[in-house]
């Protein structure tokens, strides 16, 4: 769909880690520079923070240097840490507002309302086209 900037892994070689199953990559424009490009993103639009922002709040933990989605995918996986899943799951769950307020003030299927709301929540799995 075009999330992240084409760059859901900065820093990392290829920008998919080794512990990941590169097909779930297969036909996803990735960054050539490794960089976050809005054309990559299904709004072609910013919709998240940097990667140092992300740390200096908090919400970067040493198990997933990569955030939410590195979670999410070692979580899909199988890896479980009960006290970062339930930090994990907190957050993804307070992320509904965002679900709320495009209800709340778009028509159904709008695309061109609140684009970076509706971005955003595609970062954290939220597929807004069908709201």
């Not at 999330?3 to 990559?25: N, S």
């Not at 992320?95 to 495009?102: D, K, S």
């Not at 209800?103 to 299927?109: D, I």
Request: proline share 4%; aromatic share 16%.
């Amino acid at each position: 769909l075009g999330v992240f900037g084409g760059a859901y892994f900065q820093g990392v070689d290829g920008l998919i880690p080794e512990d990941l199953p590169k097909r779930w990559f297969d036909g996803v424009a990735l960054s050539e520079d490794g960089e976050k490009h809005a054309e990559h993103n299904f709004y072609k639009i910013r919709a998240s923070a940097s990667r140092e922002e992300w740390v200096k709040k908090g919400w970067i933990r040493d198990e997933d240097p990569h955030g939410w989605f590195q979670w999410y995918c070692r979580y899909y996986l199988g890896r479980r840490l009960y006290e970062e899943d339930q930090r994990q799951i907190g957050r993804w769950k307070a992320f509904t507002r965002h679900v709320a307020q495009v209800r709340k003030n778009c028509r159904p299927r709008d695309l061109d309302c609140r684009p970076k709301q509706r971005q955003a929540l595609l970062h954290w799995a939220y597929d807004s086209r069908k709201m």
